[in-house]
Nanobody
Framework: QVQLVESGGGLVQAGGSLRLSCAAS????????MGWFRQAPGKEREFVGA????????YYADSVKGRFTISRDNAKNTVYLQMNSLKPEDTAVYYC?????????????????WGQGTQVTVSS
């Protein structure tokens, strides 16, 4: 079983940047497909982006495409979400998720393991 811990959230002004980290323990992260999701108050959890085990394929929600970038450092057993040009509507709790099996990368049900989340607040 893999344990996931997010970090890097915080308060930033609109137009600013943050880099979230998702550190794994218990298993080698290179064997896992990884995803990032977010949940704003009163809204359902939504897909942000995903990266396959191979690190070759990445996927993004239309709302973040061109602004967010997912990467992974297998040597550090960590996945990153670089967020640039942040907007107030990006405010949410951000979760990383992982699963060793391939599934619908955009679906939260495809991921068995989840972190506890990290708060991102973007002020206008």
């Amino acid at each position: 079983q893999v344990q996931l811990v997010e970090s890097g959230g915080g308060l930033v002004q609109a137009g600013g940047s943050l880099r979230l980290s998702c550190a794994a323990s218990g298993r080698t992260l290179s064997n896992y497909n990884m995803g990032w999701f977010r949940q704003a108050p009163g809204k359902e959890r939504e897909f942000v982006g995903a990266i396959r085990r191979s690190s070759i394929r990445t996927y993004y929600a239309d709302s973040v495409k061109g602004r967010f970038t997912i990467s992974r450092d297998n040597a550090k057993n960590t996945v990153y979400l670089q967020m640039n040009s942040l907007k107030p509507e990006d405010t949410a709790v951000y979760y990383c998720a992982g699963d060793p099996n391939s599934g619908s990368y955009y679906s939260s049900q495809a991921y068995r393991y989840w972190g506890q989340g990290t708060q991102v607040t973007v002020s206008s």
